[in-house]
Each structure stands twice: as C-alpha cells, then as structure tokens.
C-alpha cells in the first residue's frame, strides 16, 4: 500500500484474495436460489440466506428499482476476406440504421456504424472486409489508437434479429468456458424484467429476481419500478491508477422515467425505503437526483463516479452482486457501506463459499431503518 496515499483512496486496499475456483462459471439452478448475504451497516450484523428470503427483509411501502436493460448477443465470430478467423465484439448497439437503396436479394441492405473490439491473429486492415454470414458482413472503416475499431455493418432485414441469429452472448471475459456460450445463456444471462436493447453486460444483481419472487413482493405490497442504463464493456475495464480519485470512469447511456422518478420521490416522502437493485441502478438514481435528492426524469449519458467520500443523495440501501477486486464497482459499494466492512463481509463470503461474479450469489447493503 502506498503510505502517501490515504487507505480509502489507494487502490491496493481495494485487494482481497479470491480462490479461482469460486469464480462462478454458470448460474444455479433456479435464479432465486442462489445465496443472499445480508449485511446490517447499522447494526455491523451479517447473515446467511438465500435471495428468496429477500421478501423478509422489505417491508409495505418499500420500493425495489432495477435496471430493464436488455443484453444484445454483441459478439460475432467470422473470418477475414483473407480467410483467417476473427471474432467482433460490439461494444455498444448502434442508434442509426441507414438505408443505403441497394437492392440485395428481396431486401434493402441496410448500414449501421459500431464501435467494436476485434479479436484475430492478425487485426484487420483499414477498409478490410469481416465476413460473418450471407446476411451480415462489416467494413473497418476506422482503427484508433486504442486499439478498438469502427466497423460498418452490412445486413438484411432487423439489426436485433440479425445479431439474435448469428451473434453470441457476450459473457464477461472471468466466465473461461471451453465450449463458449450456452443456449441457456440467452436467457440467463439476461433480467427476467429486460426491456431494452443496449447492454453488453447483463445488470447482474437483476439475474436473481424471478417473476414469482416479484409477485409475492407485491402481495406483500413492496413496489417495483425500472430505470433504463445500458451497461457497457467499460465495466470490465482494469483501474490503472493508484489513486482512485484519478480514475477516469467510462459513460454509459441512461434513462429515468417521470413515472419512476415520481414514484422513487413519493415513496422516500411517505417514509419508506427505496432499495436499489445493481450498482448500475446507484448510477442512474444519483445521476438524475439533484442535491435535495430529488429524483428527476433524465435521459443522457452518465460518466458518474461514486467512491468512498461521495455523499449518496437517493440510496440508502442496495442489492448487489460481490465484484472484482481493486474495481470501480468495489469502490461504490464501500463509499456506500465503508470499506472496511465491505471487504469483512467479501472475507466471510470467502470462507463460507459463496460464488463470485456474474454468475455467482448476491448481497443486500442496508444502511436505513425502515
């Protein structure tokens, strides 16, 4: 650690040792049968559950906001027009769709422009040809420095069909496989309440909620509303700095209802509680929230970044799933909880073998009383 840097903004105190082996690979069984560590930060008390057991912990007039993203299959594999295999991963879904009028077989082929992550023994050229089927190819029309490119798409018909037909599920690169992708993957990785099209990256504290959980939270009269915030491969991004507050965090398309926001504010001035569900959901709220915590109907693109000494406006409490080590994820969740007591609740999912990651168990933060 260095000594110059105080401990909650020195990213060797964001380290905690992780056996490989608990890296979860697939999801369990049963979505809500995976196990839901509570953490009481008042009361510095935690429990062993399962996430089925979360109705116990919300009362009438709580509220639960999630995110309604939905994961595109970003990844194509292919080859180069020179022959040699190639994989594109998408990084974020195109907004524009062009007509171009040329006639290709009964259909318009139609254009879009993406940003992507090229993957061969050899990258691609400037204006270099990826082949991925009969109906749908792509032009690099631009290499940065960064190593990502800019690809045209070619294709016939629906864009989200299209890649529904020859794309894959763009699993998290900690998910090592073999055999790649599954087809349970297609809904698995995925909300059972995903709406819209735009993430690469599932909001995975959304991956234990069922719709008979959701349904015996509303007879138990919990709300629930959604937010709208396309996680991006930015997620996965290392932090290469030694002092997070140097960290430049990457943006990410959002959108917050008036509905949702109205709801969030009623609920928060009767008294009761809002439980934010995924780190991304923290983004959108305090993103859109203004400084009396407010939340306000917002749409746009959110470079927000919460570390510890950032003054929470909107949650108070949040589920989430545990995260990589020395991420910005972990830096979130401990300026909600303390990072000291987030990594004693990381040492205890350790040593009672919980399942880490995507695929793995969950965590409830509270740190309001009801």
Known sequence: ?????????????????????????????????????????????????????????????????????KVFPARLLGKKETGGKMELLILEYPET????????????????????LVKSSKRPGLKSRLIF???????????????????KLLFQGNLEDVLEKFG???????????????????????????????AVAAPTAGLHLTEELLDTLREKQ??????????????????????????????EFLSVTEDTARLINETRKAGHRVFAVGTTTVRALEFAADDSGRVN????????????GYRFKVVRNLITNFHLPRSSLLFMVSGLAGREWILDGYRHAVESGYRFFSYGDAMLIMTQEG
């Open 97 to 116: 769709i062009i007509e171009t009028g040329i006639q290709s077989g009964n259909h318009l082929c139609r254009e879009a422009l993406v940003i992507g």
């Open 168 to 198: 894959q599920t763009p699993l998290p690169p900690y998910i090592r496989r073999k055999s790649g992708d599954q087809p349970t993957d297609r809904s698995r990785y995925q909300t059972v309440f995903a709406k819209e099209t735009g």
């Open 133 to 151: 089927s009969p109906e749908l190819e792509g032009i690099v029309e631009e290499i940065f420095p960064d190593g990502k490119v800019k690809v």
């Open 222 to 251: 919990v709300g629930f509303c959604t937010v709208t915030l396309h996680v991006g491969y930015g997620t996965f991004a290392p932090v290469r700095v030694q002092d997070i507050r140097e960290h430049r965090i990457h943006s």
């Open 297 to 308: 109907q917002r749409q746009g693109w959110c470079d927000l970044y919460i570390y510890p």
């Open 1 to 69: 650690m260095n000594s110059h840097i105080p401990p909650p903004y020195d990213i060797d105190s964001y380290d905690y040792d992780l056996p490989e082996e608990m890296i979860a690979q697939s999801p369990v069984d049963k979505r809500d049968r995976s196990r839901l560590l509570v953490m009481d930060c008042r009361a510095k008390q935690m429990s062993d559950h399962r996430f089925c057991d979360l109705v116990n912990f919300l009362r009438p007039g709580d509220l639960l906001v999630a995110n309604n993203t």
